[in-house]
């Protein structure tokens, strides 16, 4: 099994019910947030290419968060996703630098905090809070291993990239386009 999610970005229009649903879903603090969006433009006026891109860790198979952790508190689960036990954290900020996604950030509490592709919702056969929530249906998530999963199916026929593929950390996050 490898969780992965896609998001369209061709459907997806910034309007952050995905950031507050994940805040909400995950007692997220004031002032931080596990996933965000980001707004990008291409081209030059008037030929411009608008892109809204719903953004978090990457749950990458050759993750470097996990590699240099000095605790083990960032590992990968059964099924790819890649988490933080927040007893065994220390707080010292390797995996936020290791991270080029900049996925990850200090919680109040002294942990570092991310994105867990709300593995709590996953284990009882939920979607995450931000795919439920979607008013667009931008998020596809599910099992890559399994070919009628939403996110199979949506990275099947559609061009899609990742993001800084040249770190070489294989991120399970797809953008189609």
């Given amino acids: 099994m490898r969780y992965a999610m896609a998001i369209d970005t061709k459907k997806c229009v910034g309007c952050g019910d995905c950031v507050v649903a994940c805040q909400t879903e995950n007692n997220v603090p004031h002032g931080y947030c596990r996933d965000w969006i980001v707004e990008r433009v291409d081209g030059t006026y008037p030929s411009l290419d608008l892109e809204f891109r719903s953004e978090r860790c990457n749950h990458c198979d050759n993750s470097p968060c996990v590699r240099c952790c000095p605790t083990g508190a960032s590992h990968i689960e059964d099924g790819g996703i890649v988490l933080v036990e927040h007893n065994k954290c220390i707080g010292c900020g390797a995996c936020i630098q290791s991270c080029p996604y900049d996925a990850r950030y200090s919680h109040p509490e002294g942990y570092v905090d991310k994105c867990t592709f709300c593995i709590h919702r996953v284990k009882k056969g939920q979607n995450p809070a931000c795919v439920e929530v979607c008013p667009t249906k931008c998020l596809h998530f599910g ?32 953008f189609l386009t």
């Fill in 143 to 174: 099992d890559l291993d399994d070919p009628n999963s939403d996110v199979s199916l949506a990275i099947k026929d559609r061009k899609w990239k990742v993001l800084a593929p040249e770190a070489g950390t294989k991120p399970q996050l797809y």
